[in-house]
């Protein structure tokens, strides 16, 4: 099991899931008991933006987006080579800023462990799961590609951890095998499904689980032996050009874990806001999130001292120089506590990982300029809110 360091490791984590000082005295933690132990005793988390019970109406935008940084994306998305989905919300504000193909489904990969995650977080806020609870790896789970979980699997006793650190690492090591367990424990993909519906949380797809979706977009039909070595590799490189480059196109044209960049940047706004799960439960992912390990280079390599970075990756196969999914989703907050929700969905392109990698940053430091020149936030009497609330 993980906990906070210090107290002032738990401020700060509060402060990430929007959480101010001022609420930090005078009531019991709500939600799960086994959350209690990440918390200092008297901790009130109750949020400012209301219960996340409370019916979901459809997002609208609640403010014009900044003609700044509407420009920056679009230059920064325009004139790259590739299948790209840009779109930032900001949590505050109420304003969302989309590039041109921001509302197409694109390949989540392993995006989709965050729809996990909250599934599970949702089952604890209900009281069917507990994070201090013990689960079991065994080979039988183990899925293939990235799954550093398998090395501590031992003989036919398997591994055994509570599912809060199995959430950990399937979030902040982006473990495969970890996900897919998760994803049996909260009652699979359907389970995935009703969530997101329930929720309100449109745009989003969810695919069949890491295995039928892996061995789908390759062109081969799943076996359990691809999940032992490099099994997979070898099944999948015996394959014919012509039948791995249609696999790889289909899923590409109509992913079935598609997700459009907007649609994942307003329910990450709505995260933060606390409209989707318990106040204890927000906070808890979203400090979850600001220990990913991966990606370093994408987006959170443009985050500058003293802003923090909560996120959750995604990559897809390769097809030649060909990259069906390389994603990288989060929520971006300044020092002031002002937050943006961002997606950047690369869906299919031949540009060099390092080029990818600038775009993500490219959006960050755009994001950044647009935060440091921004102006108040506008009143009634602004002509720019006028014109935008009289086109509603």
């Known amino acids: 099991m993980f906990k906070f360091e210090d107290f002032s490791a738990i401020q700060r984590a509060l402060t990430v899931a929007g959480l101010g000082p001022a609420m930090l005295v005078g009531c019991t933690v709500h939600g799960d008991p086994s959350l209690a132990s990440y918390l200092p005793a008297g901790v009130s988390l109750a949020l400012p933006w209301g219960n996340a019970k409370a019916a979901t109406p459809a997002w609208k935008p609640t403010a014009p987006a900044p003609q700044g940084l509407v420009s920056a994306i679009d230059g920064i998305t325009r004139n790259f080579d590739g299948l790209v989905g840009v779109a930032v919300t900001s949590v505050q504000d109420g304003w969302i800023v989309t590039s041109s193909d921001a509302a197409r489904p694109m390949p989540q990969q392993s995006v989709s462990k965050l729809w996990v995650t909250m599934t599970l977080l949702d089952q604890v806020d209900q009281g069917k799961i507990r994070l201090d609870q013990p689960i079991t790896i065994t080979r039988s789970d183990f899925t293939l590609f990235h799954q550093p979980v398998a090395a501590l699997v031992k003989g036919d006793v398997g591994y055994t951890a ?28 359907d389970a995935i499904r009703a969530f997101l519906a329930r929720k309100g949380i449109g745009g989003v797809r969810f695919g069949p689980g890491e295995k039928l979706l892996q061995a789908g977009t390759a062109g081969l039909e799943w076996r359990p032996e691809y999940s032992m070595g490099n099994a997979f590799a070898v099944a999948r490189s015996r394959l014919s050009p012509t039948v791995r480059l249609t696999a790889f196109e289909s899923y590409v044209k109509d992913p079935p874990d598609g997700a459009a960049a907007g ?94 990698q600038m775009l993500m940053q ?31």
């Open 263 to 356: 649609a994942i940047s307003v329910a990450l706004a709505r995260l933060k806001r606390g409209e989707l799960l318990s106040p204890t439960s927000t906070a808890w992912l979203i400090q979850t999130m600001e220990g990913a390990r991966t990606g370093r280079a994408r987006v959170h390599g443009a985050v500058p001292p003293g802003w923090i970075y909560g996120h959750k990756t995604g990559t897809g196969q390769d097809l030649g120089a060909r990259t069906a999914g390389f994603n990288d989703v989060g929520i971006l907050t300044a020092p002031d506590g002002t937050s943006y929700a961002l997606a950047v969905m690369i869906g299919d392109t031949r540009r060099p990982i390092r080029e990818r």
């Open 162 to 189: 509570t599912v809060g650190e199995i959430v950990r690492r399937a979030m902040q090591m982006s473990d495969n095998t970890c996900n897919d367990k998760l994803l049996r424990l909260v009652g699979g993909p």
């Open 362 to 392: 490219q959006v960050a430091q755009a994001i950044v300029a647009n935060h440091r020149t921004a102006p108040p936030v506008q009143d009634a009497a602004d002509p720019a809110w006028k014109a935008f609330t009289a086109g509603k």
